[in-house]
């Protein structure tokens, strides 16, 4: 029963502002809300399993929020509005095993276009024209699973190195994602995989532990996207006529490098965010972002 009383609470916010004060686009704007705890386990083999929930929103726009012509419209306004919940088993050697689903929408129903005229409004920033131009309301219905295992020498105190696949099916979002992960420690030994907050393993049934365990370490992980539906790009699955649709670029390299830290009841992270040309459209281009996240462990 000791293990269930553990949790973690934790924000993440996505945004362009975070790499630069000039860009506004594609991807611009995603926050995520959740909630994870430790589940009972019996299994040698396994570490630790744990059980999250979470809450979040997606906002995508063109290269410029000043779109009242359609003919600026290089990709289409769009919302992602969901709940997940996911499950997540940590192996003895270091691998990692998580299911998740998703269930939500998108369009004018996932509240984007108030949200970020109410965020733009608030910080004196451009008034956004377009969205009547937007991805029409759907329903989403996702699954995901991910896996990372580690390779390379099995005894390293500072550098480690991993490879990792995300395979994602739904009314939204269909790919899969395959790249290398490599840790470097800047601080001390790097906590294995299944104690370090990389993956969302940082809670414990041992409270000591939380005493014990520290990280600081910058990682980097270069990646290959095979994108198969985009319903933020293409518009709904079934029967849609959202006035501003692209077809999809299907092989992407996609990258993100940043900072974890790790002390006591905290996790935070900063990581700079690449994404290669995601349709097919003259003027779309590479872009970039930045990702802050803050979780406390409940001990």
Do not use: C
């Not at 920033?125 to 020498?153: C, M, R, T």
């Not at 049934?205 to 600081?216: G, H, I, M, R, T």
């Amino acid at each position: 029963m000791a293990q269930q009383r553990n949790g973690e609470i934790g924000i993440i916010i996505d945004n362009d502002l975070f790499t630069s004060t000039v860009n506004d686009q594609y991807y611009t704007n995603g926050i995520e809300i959740f909630y994870r705890y430790l589940n009972h386990n019996e299994n040698p083999k396994v570490n630790k399993k744990t059980t999250e929930f979470r809450v979040g929103q997606y906002i995508y726009n063109p290269h410029t929020v000043e779109a009242a012509s359609i003919s600026k419209h290089d990709r289409p306004f769009a919302g992602y509005l969901f709940g997940e919940a996911g499950f997540a088993k940590f192996y003895q050697n270091e691998s990692v095993l998580k299911l998740g689903t998703q269930l939500g929408v998108i369009g004018p129903n996932s509240q984007a276009e108030g949200f970020q005229k109410l965020f733009h409004k608030a910080f004196g920033y451009k008034d956004v024209e377009g969205w009547n131009y937007q991805i029409h309301n759907g329903i989403a219905v996702q699954g995901s699973l991910f896996y990372s295992k580690k390779i390379g020498p099995k005894h390293t105190d500072k550098i480690d190195y991993h490879i990792q696949g995300e395979a994602n099916l739904g009314t939204v979002f269909t790919g899969i994602t395959v790249g290398p992960l490599a840790r470097i420690s800047l601080k001390k030994t790097l906590l294995p995989v299944y104690d370090s907050g990389l993956y969302g393993a940082s809670l414990n049934a041992d409270k000591a532990k939380y005493k014990e365990q520290s990280e600081f370490y910058f990682y980097i992980n270069p990646n290959l996207n095979v994108q198969v539906y985009d319903a933020t790009i293409q518009g709904r699955l079934f029967n849609d006529n959202s006035p501003v649709t692209y077809n999809l670029v299907p092989l992407r390299f996609n990258g993100e490098a940043g900072f974890r830290y790790r002390k006591d009841h905290w996790n935070l992270h900063y990581l700079f965010v690449f994404r290669s040309k995601e349709l097919r459209n003259d003027r779309m281009e590479n872009y970039f972002y930045g990702s802050i996240g803050a979780t406390y462990l409940l001990y």
